[in-house]
């Protein structure tokens, strides 16, 4: 089995920072890659950014100049640096990765959520 666990949501008020962490433990083989969604409220769950073991990164272009993720796969754990939140960036936030399962192939799994709330 592959867990998924996040930290470091919370209440922030805007201009301030959060920083979201992300376990990730069970057996398999390897972890492709890793990221980080959002979904608010009413709406659809949208791709925050995504780093890649090759040591590629992409972030959304809502979140430029504002948020930076970090993946260090040795120890299978991926964090999203949030500065300068918006209250607009208010939403539940998920970890997500590909992960390699020999006799499974890829698959994505992802974490429970940790909420983000942004007050104006």
């Known amino acids: 089995q592959v867990h998924l666990v996040e930290l470091g949501g919370g209440l922030v008020q805007a201009g301030e920072s959060l920083r979201l962490s992300c376990l990730v433990s069970?057996?398999?083989?390897?972890?492709?890659?890793m990221g980080w969604y959002r979904q608010a409220p009413g709406k659809a769950r949208e791709l925050v950014a995504l780093?890649?073991?090759?040591?590629?990164?992409r972030v959304a272009d809502f979140g430029q100049g504002r948020f930076t993720i970090s993946g260090d796969y040795a120890k299978s754990t991926v964090t999203l640096q949030m500065n300068n939140l918006k209250p607009e960036d208010t939403a539940v936030y998920y970890c997500?990765?590909?992960?390699?399962?020999?006799?499974?192939?890829?698959?994505?799994?992802w974490g429970q959520g940790t909420q983000v709330t942004v007050s104006s």
């Open positions: 997500s990765a590909n992960i390699y399962i020999i006799a499974q192939g890829s698959n994505d799994y």
């Open positions: 069970g057996n398999f083989f390897k972890i492709d890659d």
């Open positions: 780093t890649a073991s090759g040591g590629s990164t």
